[in-house]
């Protein structure tokens, strides 16, 4: 069974720094762009970064860049995302999701995915 498991999420003040991890199973994810996609409470789910099934192509969304780093280790079938310098508006459920080979924008387009990781940044 294909599965995305999130994880490393939690409650940081201000500043600090979480770093999310992406873990698949029933399948490898060397064929896959994987995208981290975040919603807060009575707002649409919104694309914060992703990264293409080589590593070659990356992308951020404009919130979060400077910020946020995504990698992946195909050893380990886990994708990672390093989120420093936290914001109160960073709060919001994170997920991730699969798609063949590229990003793209459209949340719509990726296929699997995990059940999401509450991130909390308040003071």
């Known amino acids: 069974q294909l599965q995305l498991v999130e994880s490393g999420g939690g409650s940081v003040q201000p500043g600090g720094s979480l770093r999310l991890s992406c873990a698949a199973s029933g399948f490898a994810l060397d064929y896959y762009a994987i995208g981290w996609f975040r919603q807060a409470p009575g707002k649409e789910r919104e694309g914060v970064s992703c990264?293409?099934?080589?590593?070659?192509?990356?992308n951020y969304a404009d919130s979060v860049k400077g910020r946020f780093t995504i990698s992946r280790d195909n050893a380990k079938n886990t994708v990672y995302l390093q989120m420093n310098s936290l914001k109160p508006e960073d709060t919001a459920i994170y997920y991730c999701?699969?798609?063949?080979?590229?990003?793209?924008?459209?949340?719509?387009?990726?296929?699997?995915w995990g059940q999401g990781t509450q991130v909390t940044v308040s003071s």
């Open positions: 990264i293409s099934s080589s590593g070659g192509d990356t």
């Open positions: 999701a699969s798609r063949f080979r590229l990003c793209v924008t459209a949340i719509d387009e990726y296929d699997h």
